[in-house]
C-alpha cells in the first residue's frame, strides 16, 4: 500500500549535532533513508528535528532539497525567531513545528499558546508534541483551543490513553509511529483511536528509530493491514497525513 511516511529523520554530521541526555544519534542520511525504504510505497514524507538537532535548520533544508517537493519538514523554533524566518522555512518547505517535550531541544510548553498560533497565522503550520499522553490533563484546556496540533507515537503510554482519547475526539491528530518505543498495546491504540475519529491516526517508520528498544520494521505496516480494511489502513498510511501536511 501506499505510504505518507509522517515521521522519520535526518541525521547530517555536516550540521550541529548536540549530544542530547548523554546520547548522541549514528549519521543518517537522505540517501540512507531512501535505500531503507526503497522496497516500501514511500509517496512523500515529513523529516522531523530531533531534540539533538536543536533550533539548526541547514540540515533540514538540505534533507528537503534531497528528498524533493513530496516531502516536508517539522522544525523547532525559539519563541524569539522572527516573522520572516518561518516564512523563509515554509518556502523551503517546512510545514509545523515540533515541541520536544519528552527529550528537550525545543521550547518548552509554557510557550506552546504563544508560538503555536503564531506560526499558525503566520504560515499555516500546526504544532507537534513530543510527550507522554499522562501529561496531557495539564494542557488540555490549551490544546482544545489551539487551531491544529498532532502528538507523536501514540502519546506512548497505556495510562496515558484515555486523555488522549478525550482530546481526539476533539481533532487532536495522532502519529502512528514508534511502535517500538511506547510503553501500550499497540493494536488497543489504534482501534481505540481510529474509532474516536478516523481522521487522527497518521503512520510514519520513526527512521532511524533512535533511542527505541526495537527500530521500525515492515511488520508495523502490516498491522495497521491486519487491523483495519483497506479503506481505513489507507486513510492511516497515507491520506489522513497528506492532507494534514498539505494544508
Not at 481505540?192 to 487522527?200: C, E, G, R
Request: glycine share 6%.
Amino acid at each position: 500500500m501506499r505510504i505518507f511516511d509522517a515521521h522519520f529523520h535526518i541525521i547530517d554530521f555536516n550540521f550541529p549535532i548536540t549530544e542530547n541526555q548523554d546520547y548522541t544519534p549514528p549519521e543518517y542520511i537522505a540517501a540512507d533513508y531512501q535505500k531503507d525504504t526503497a522496497d516500501y510505497k514511500i509517496r512523500g514524507g515529513a523529516v522531523v528535528s530531533g531534540s539533538f538537532q536543536g533550533f539548526d535548520q541547514g540540515y533540514l533544508i538540505k534533507a528537503l532539497q534531497q528528498l524533493g517537493p513530496s516531502f516536508c519538514g517539522v522544525t523547532q523554533l525559539p519563541s524569539s525567531v522572527s516573522d520572516e524566518e518561518i516564512l523563509r522555512l515554509h518556502d523551503h518547505g517546512v510545514r509545523a513545528l515540533r515541541f520536544n517535550i519528552r527529550r528537550g531541544g525545543s521550547e518548552d510548553l509554557s510557550r506552546l499558546d504563544y508560538l503555536a498560533r503564531r506560526v499558525h497565522e503566520i504560515a499555516g503550520w500546526h504544532s507537534e508534541l513530543y510527550m507522554d499522553a499522562r501529561e496531557l490533563p495539564e494542557i488540555a484546556s490549551v490544546i482544545e483551543n489551539l487551531p491544529a496540533v498532532s502528538i507523536d507515537h501514540l502519546g506512548l503510554t497505556e495510562e496515558g490513553l484515555p486523555h488522549l482519547l478525550k482530546l481526539v475526539d476533539k481533532g487532536l491528530r495522532v502519529k502512528a509511529t514508534g511502535f517500538g518505543r511506547v510503553e501500550l498495546n499497540v493494536a488497543n491504540a489504534l482501534t481505540s483511536i481510529y474509532y474516536a475519529n478516523p481522521d487522527a491516526l497518521m503512520f510514519g517508520t520513526d527512521l532511524p528509530s533512535t533511542r527505541a528498544p526495537r527500530p521500525f520494521k515492515y511488520e508495523d505496516v502490516q498491522l495497521v493491514q491486519t487491523l483495519f480494511d483497506v479503506q481505513a489502513a489507507d486513510k492511516i498510511l497515507y491520506s489522513n497525513a497528506l492532507e494534514w501536511y498539505r494544508k
